[in-house]
């Protein structure tokens, strides 16, 4: 006896399985022709396996109890994590604001002009603040459904708190139009103090607003034990034998990921 749904996914694991291994067949076949050099421009054939079509004939034996499945929904987790990025560009300004006006070293008021603009003025902080928050949502492009936990469906506070630091140097502590802040020990001291505030904030920010949030989805599908042999089917009435029809289209995907560092624009800091 099998259920159905092992049957339909061990059809589908069984045609990406043989297209795998033409592929590494076929390369491995390059390699080897490659390497006297005199059939190193020999064809090679291209396997594709094209639009596929199957018919699979079962007979239903019983039907047992539902099976939980669940999904994650991603959607959602786009859509927190936008609202996340905004609150979490929103207190990175304010704390690294707070920390550079505040500090008392002695510099320039040209190499602090930038952050008296973002404290006065409230145009600059809203442009400056949504250029940051496009920079922490796409920072996670390449790698969204790493940061949810399938067993649970918990935002992985860990990676998400990772990332938004990653971003918040890249396109904010460490940009060049603040060299001259930084520069020197004593800049390079303030530079720390505001990475260290900023961390502190952004971490306790993202606990809070990551602890009830859950994006995991229950559902219960019943699980169908039925017969698929010619023996089997031929010892089934003609109207418990039903016919599911397959249909397979490969398809291209591009599985190489773009630098982390190319994110959207940079923000002039003058």
Excluded: C, W
């Excluded at 929904?73 to 990025?85: I, N």
């Excluded at 800049?187 to 859950?214: M, P």
């Amino acid at each position: 006896m099998a259920q159905l749904n092992s049957v339909i996914s061990s059809i589908l694991r069984d045609i990406i399985s043989a297209q795998h291994e033409a592929n590494m067949y076929s390369l491995a076949l390059s390699d080897t022709y490659g390497k006297d050099g005199q059939a190193k421009d020999f064809q090679l054939p291209n396997i594709m396996v094209s639009d596929m079509e199957l018919e699979l004939k079962y007979g239903v034996k019983s039907a047992s109890e539902s099976q939980q499945q669940f999904n994650i929904q991603y959607d959602k987790f786009r859509k927190f994590l936008k609202e996340l990025a905004m609150e979490i560009s929103k207190v990175a300004i304010t704390s690294v604001v707070s920390t550079v006006t505040n500090s008392q070293i002695d510099r320039k008021e040209i190499d602090i002009h930038f952050f008296n603009r973002l404290k006065g003025e409230e145009p600059l902080q809203r442009e400056f603040q949504a250029f940051l928050s496009r920079n922490l949502r796409n920072a996670f492009r390449n790698n969204l459904y790493d940061a949810v936990d399938i067993s649970n469906g918990m935002a992985r506070t860990d990676l998400l708190i990772a990332k938004f630091m990653d971003v918040i140097r890249k396109k904010f502590l460490y940009d060049t139009d603040l060299n001259n802040l930084f520069a020197g020990e004593d800049g390079a001291f303030l530079r720390e103090e505001a990475e260290s505030n900023v961390q502190t904030v952004i971490t306790g920010l993202v606990e809070k607003l990551a602890k009830d949030a859950n994006f995991k989805k229950l559902k219960s599908f019943p699980q169908l034990d039925v017969a698929i042999t010619a023996d089997e089917l031929a010892s089934m009435p003609e109207e418990a034998i039903h016919t599911f029809k397959l249909k397979f289209s490969p398809r291209s995907y591009a599985i190489s990921q773009l630098d982390d560092d190319e994110f959207v624009e940079d923000f002039v800091m003058k």
